[in-house]
């Protein structure tokens, strides 16, 4: 059974700074890994989707890797905004009839 | 394009108590699915929909009915409300099963 980790729960970090978020999941037969941001009271907005056949993918200041191998994505956000505080959820689906399987979240704040 | 729209925002039930959770999409998706989430717990699975007329068990079924009788709405229905059923629920839709998802903006169901 898949099981996504994210480490730490919680990171804050001084606004203008490179900063790297942490997934992992247990088994390497992912069909893909998409990354989602959650505002406070609100629904989960897509960041990016990261195909297995794929190393990363880049959107704007948002950059996410995969590395299957090892079990690891990693979503980088350059020059980062107190906008940017938000929780952000990665999720795995693998193939086959199986849903997207959630981590529980890293909850970002940036301070100005 | 108004995505995917989930009715009401907020709702208060008395234990015992009906009610329909609605989700209405418009990007034609095939892909369409319920989670609830919980403090600590993430995003769950209840039900999903793999097109109309097409409905299984997601992580969490009990005391939750779906069916999808149009491409475009996949109500959930609580039986019987319970404290237990307290949650955030999101219902996301996407092109295919293993296609980018898209949330809804969540109902909050307290149940008392």
């Known amino acids: 059974k898949q099981e996504v980790t994210q480490i730490p729960a919680a990171l804050s970090v001084p606004e203008g700074e490179n900063l790297v978020l942490n997934c992992s999941f247990t088994?390497?037969?992912?069909?893909?890994l998409q990354w989602f941001r959650q505002d406070p009271g609100k629904g989960l907005t897509s960041l990016l989707l990261?195909?297995?056949?794929?190393r990363e993918q880049t959107s704007g200041r948002l950059n996410a890797s995969l590395d299957k191998s090892s079990g690891r994505s990693t979503l980088y956000i350059a020059a980062s905004q107190p906008g940017d505080s938000a929780t952000y959820l990665c999720a795995a689906r693998n193939s086959g009839n199986t849903p997207l399987v959630f981590g529980k979240g890293t909850r970002l704040s940036v301070i100005a | 394009n108004a995505g995917v729209t989930q009715t009401p925002k907020f709702q208060v039930l008395k234990t015992g108590q009906s009610m329909t959770l609605q989700c209405a999409q418009d990007m034609n998706h095939e892909y369409m699915s319920w989670y609830r989430q919980d403090p600590g717990m993430g995003l769950r699975l209840i039900h999903y929909?793999?097109?109309?007329?097409?409905?299984d068990q997601g992580e969490v079924p009990n005391g939750y009915n779906v069916s999808r009788s149009t491409t475009e709405d996949f109500p959930l229905r609580l039986l019987s409300a319970a404290p237990s059923q307290t949650s955030v629920y999101f219902c996301?839709?996407?092109?295919?099963?293993?296609?980018?998802?898209?949330f809804g903006q969540g109902t909050r169901l307290t149940v008392v």
């Open positions: 929909s793999v097109g109309a007329g097409i409905t």
């Open positions: 990261i195909q297995s056949s794929q």
């Open positions: 088994d390497s037969a992912i069909y893909n």
């Open positions: 996301a839709s996407s092109y295919f099963e293993k296609s980018e998802a898209f």
